[in-house]
């Protein structure tokens, strides 16, 4: 008996999104076009933290040694920073390896002095899990014996946090203020629905259905709206990133700005899963607010 309540009330609100299809067209559009602003800024945002992680992921800080380490003493180092809390990775750098890329870096003619007697210090190279844990890796570092010295990009790195928080709240501000429009859409759409259909709900109430009853349709009628949007939102979205992602790949300034953009398909899944989310969510707390109001609960 339960089972046949649930079919009801959801085949009631399937009914609703076809009965109405004014609404539900203009409630659809209205969707799109702010699921669609949203996925313009989601898509860059994204294209953003790649950018953002892949710069960070190249960060690190070199570990220079004493020049009088011994090969035991040096391995004892590179255990030593392995066991830091927010190093994820360790690598050595050999005196032959260091000259090596001061070479290929500067030139024969400047290294020229070196190369007779290499003076320069053998070291680590040391990647972060979290550029934020920074400063205090590097404390630590310096706590370890026979570390002579170390380098970092600081400005560097503090420059990458603040663009990564930035993105981070500029996406989450867009999204926040879409949702209240999207939500305030189907609120006012779904309103006007039960508004047309008073005298129906009046004579349910009469004869003894409870506000729940009354209320599921109207919620899968929102919840559908919101799916159907953000699957047709995926598809503009997606055929859209593709064109402009065709268009944009290979080209000088690309080239030139050393930018990559992320290939659609590896963000297909999250950009499904929030904007299925994203839909349904905004239709069931619209719908919700729309019914609360209306049926004074």
Known sequence: MRFNVI?????????????NKKSTISSLMIMCATMLIFGLFFVIGENINAFVKEIADAQGIRVFLINSATDSEIEEVGKELLEIEGVRDVRYISKEEGLESMRETLGDEIIAGYTENNILPASYEVKLTDLELNEEVQKDILQIPNVEDIESSNPVIEQIIRLAKGVKIITAVILILLIVISIAIIANTIKLTVHARRKEISIMKYVGATNSFIRWPFL?????????????????????????????????????????????????????????GLGAGIGAIGSAISMRKYLDV
């Open 7 to 19: 079919s009801y009330l959801f085949k009631e609100g399937i009914k609703n999104v076809f009965k």
């Open 220 to 276: 899968v009628e929102g919840v559908i709206i919101g799916v159907i949007a953000g699957l047709i939102s995926v598809g503009i979205v997606g055929a859209l990133y593709t064109y402009f992602y065709g268009k944009l790949s290979g080209t000088i300034f690309m080239d030139i700005a050393n930018l990559k953009l992320i290939e659609f398909k590896d963000m297909f899944e999250l950009i499904l899963i929030v904007y299925l």
